[in-house]
């Protein structure tokens, strides 16, 4: 390897070249593990595969052997989304279980659409029994009697149902039930609405202000809905991960909200101590916790002018300073934050939207990534049965222009959308295939533009595609890119010599 | 060794190492979790001091806080100063600080100057709330957020002006109207700095009809037109474009922030490759001699299987790389084609270009 002599080529070229060749160079040591070598750290040749070492004979010689007894293996990070209902399936504690596996039925009912269908409406009625009930409540109505008692089994009926639900999903997992923010949620719900009964079984009567609040948790019940639907559950996280991002902007309006407080108790003490009659809004600025109400009545926009004529009956007040610190807040606050914290959620919403847009492209992308592919293999496979039939038909010297006819007349033979050409026609057309050319059409991309196009869709395909190289094929190939490298850069300099020769002389 | 500190310091510092050892800690963890918590504690103790009772009770304490809090205001000013004495003004928040130290220091010499029932007295006391705006330059996120936004401030103060302008014609239009006589509403039209509140009113539209009903009951016929006219000028057009104006600078300042964050962390990540690529280089060119290499080659075997999944040693890559270079192959022939016919001196180019083929082809060969 003429290692040793490349470094004193490189400083004739620009820095591209020498940065890509220097890429090309690192991932051949990397590849190779060679500074580890090197430095005999280790035997970085694999010199035994797996079957040999599942040969117990073999494998016993191998462990005599290398002294290091260690073992160098790549991790490869898959990219497979295995669901854990897939994974149940072949877990041993499922498959050799004594009983029934009832994980696995617990997940199939959880998955059945008619169950869920059930639920939804059990949750729908719960609602409508709860508004019934509370119309019936105060009533003395004998005849109503019958329809409350059933309102009531109702109601505990689907509580037990919901129960049930949440109990389903911890047989099937009891792990994941609490990594989820809506399981939670659920599971809050429904403890908040079962703690009056329990409460009532354990035998607490007294307070009964808080067993009534607790009777009113039921009504959260209905907010389960919101984990149900899909829509809305988007809209919720949509909403999250606005009010995420504007937590600074929350953060400098509290800090506001607290300067112009401490300032109001301030500003306005004579107001606050003064002894004229029947001032309406005279306790608005005693202290800290009322000023901060205040401030915040001012901020919604409420009766601030009748709050502003009322301070002014007080003639120890300064005008001036009270009528500027109302319209300095009323600007500042109501005015201008208000519609940063609109303008912020239009911005967040936007890029929400293009995020799920990006997705949909992303997945397109990917697809005319996969089309590029085929062109390129097809037009290479081309290529080298054009190369052979030159070779066999004429003399020794390759010239480029068969490939590029071959690769041409490829191109305009394929059915697919994306119809690339070059905008040039080569010179002479003497393989019949050349007709089939859809050439000189202006508009239609050359085959770099093209390239660089698809380029970046072909590298971020998410396909676990692995290549399978023999070793010293893949060093010499290593060896012969970076070598390519300096050519190419070689090669672009004389292009720029050529074209300057030619522009002198066509000054000349 | 203390150096010369003050504005008109020397060119060269003398006292670079105490300088830089200043710095250091201005910049660290201590300094500003110290002012941090000094900050939250002021902001506290202003709220306790509002309330007459506790104000009464620990008056002692609360005297000599607010002299530890000057203290370290002023320690902070000094080593700041000290750190960057030009550079120091240039800053946004240190001339805030300046401002803060200013303010706190007003009661005092209002105290002193005119006495303890000076009328203005609770403005001194009212404004030593804005001490808590020092707390800004600490938080990374609200800086961040006040840099995204500042760009918005220009939008907002040309709005205001054109809002102003406005207001000040109606108002001028609304006293002619309904001030000037003695039998006009005098109550809210009666100068003009009422007429600007009452016009501020009708813009906020809070409490409108009860100034619409005052008007009315003076009997002016055409006060209805006036008020209704000008709600739907102020309000509904002037505020709603407002938010449009903020709603597209936020979103463009916002974005430009970002790239501008993006492209900083992008930079910075390519020169750590280039670093790290470099350092490699030189530890292989070091440890790299010709027996070495050819002896690892002789290693390798054909049927040692290598599983790779980087990009560049995929099949795709390699055709698509190759006829990128087959059709540059093809430019240049043609290129050469045309010097033949315009009777160039032929170019030490092909030659160059028959190994660069060369080596394609043993490429393939390998393959």
Known sequence: MKSAELPEVSENFGPTAVTRADAVRSRLIDTFSLIDHFRGLSQAVPRHNLREFLDPARQRKLMLGDQHQLVRFSIRPGHNRILFAQRQQCRLRVRCN????????????????????????????????????????????????????ALEVGSWFILFIFILEIVLFWLYNFFLFWKSAWNLFDFFVTTLSLLPEIVVLV????????????????????????????????????????????????????????????????????????????????????????????????????????????????????????????????????????????????????????????????????????????????????????????????????TPQTSYHSASSLTGDMSQSENLVKTSVPKDLSTPQEYRLSSDSPGLVDWETHVHQNLHGLMEMDQDERVVWPRDSLFRYFELLEKLQYNIEERKQLQEFAVKALINLKDN | MVGTIGIFALPMRKDTECCAYVKRFIEGRVFSVLMISTISLNALCMVLQTNYDIRNYLFLIFEVVEVLFMSVYCFEFCIKLYVDPLGYWKNGYNLLNVVIIIILSVPFYMRKLFGRHYPYLNIGEGIQSLRILKLIPYSRGIRTLI?????????????????????????????????????????????????????????????????????????????????????????????????????????????????????????????????????????????????????????????????????????????????????????????????????????????????????????????
Request: hydrophobic share 50%.
């Open chain 2, 147 to 367: 840099t995204a936004l500042g760009q918005t401030i220009c939008t907002v103060a040309s709005v205001m002006t054109l809002l102003f302008l406005m207001m000040f014609i109606f108002a001028i239009l609304g006293f002619c109207l309904f001030g000037s006589t003695d039998a006009g509403d005098l109550n809210n039209w009666g100068n003009l700095a009422v007429a600007f509140f009452t016009l501020f009113s009708l813009t906020t539209v809070d409490g409108w009809t009860d100034l619409q009903k005052d008007l009315d009951e003076r009997g002016f016929t055409l006060s209805r037109a006036f008020t209704i006219f000008f709600i739907l000028l102020g309000s509904f057009v002037f505020l709603s474009m407002f938010v449009g104006v903020m709603i597209i600078h936020t979103e463009d300042s916002i974005k430009k922030f970002e790239k501008e964050l993006e492209d900083e962390r992008h930079v910075a990540v390519l020169q750590e490759k280039q670093n790290i690529l470099k350092k490699q280089q030189e530890e292989v060119s070091r440890l790299m001699q010709k027996g070495l290499v050819e002896g690892f080659k002789k290693t390798l075997r054909h049927s040692d299987p290598m599983v790779l999944e980087d990009f560049c040693t995929t099949l795709p890559f390699i055709d698509i790389y190759l006829s990128t270079l087959d059709n540059q192959d093809n430019t240049i022939s043609k290129y050469i084609e045309i010097e033949d016919d315009l009777g160039l001196p032929k170019l030490r180019g092909k030659g160059k270009e028959g190994e660069h083929s060369r080596q394609r082809k043993s490429i393939e060969r390998h393959w």
């Open chain 1, 98 to 149: 004594r009983w029934a596996p009832i994980s696995l039925w617990a997940g199939w009912v959880l998955r059945k659409r008619i169950f869920i269908n059930f639920v939804n409406c059990l949750i729908f009625l719960n609602t409508i029994f709860l508004m019934v009930e509370i119309e019936l409540v105060n009533t003395t109505n004998v005849r109503m009697l019958p329809i409350m008692m």
């Open chain 1, 203 to 398: 035998g607490v009567t007294g307070e009964s202000v808080w067993l009534q609040l607790l009777r009113i948790c039921r009504v959260l019940r209905s907010l389960k809905l919101f984990a149900r639907f899909r829509q809305i559950r988007v809209i919720i996280l949509a909403l999250v991960r606005a009010l995420k991002t504007m937590t600074f902007l929350l953060v400098l309006l509290l800090i506001f909200f607290y300067i112009f407080a401490l300032t109001g108790v301030y500003f306005f003490e004579s107001y606050s101590r003064s002894d004229i009659q029947d001032l309406e809004y005279q306790m608005y600025f005693t202290d800290v916790p009322n000023s901060l109400v205040t401030v915040f009545i001012l901020f919604t926009l409420d009766h601030w002018y009748a709050l502003l004529q009322d301070a002014w009956r007080v003639p120890a007040l300064s005008k001036a300073f009270s009528s500027l610190y109302v319209i300095l807040w009323l600007l500042l606050g109501s005015i201008i934050f208000r519609n940063i914290i609109v303008a912020m959620m239009v911005t967040n919403f936007q890029a929400i939207r293009n995020e799920l847009s990006e997705e949909a492209t992303h997945s397109e992308m990917q697809h005319k990534a996969s089309i590029f592919k085929r062109q390129i293999i097809k037009r290479r496979l081309n290529q080298k049965d054009g190369e052979k039939a030159k070779v066999r038909s004429s003399s020794g010297h390759i």
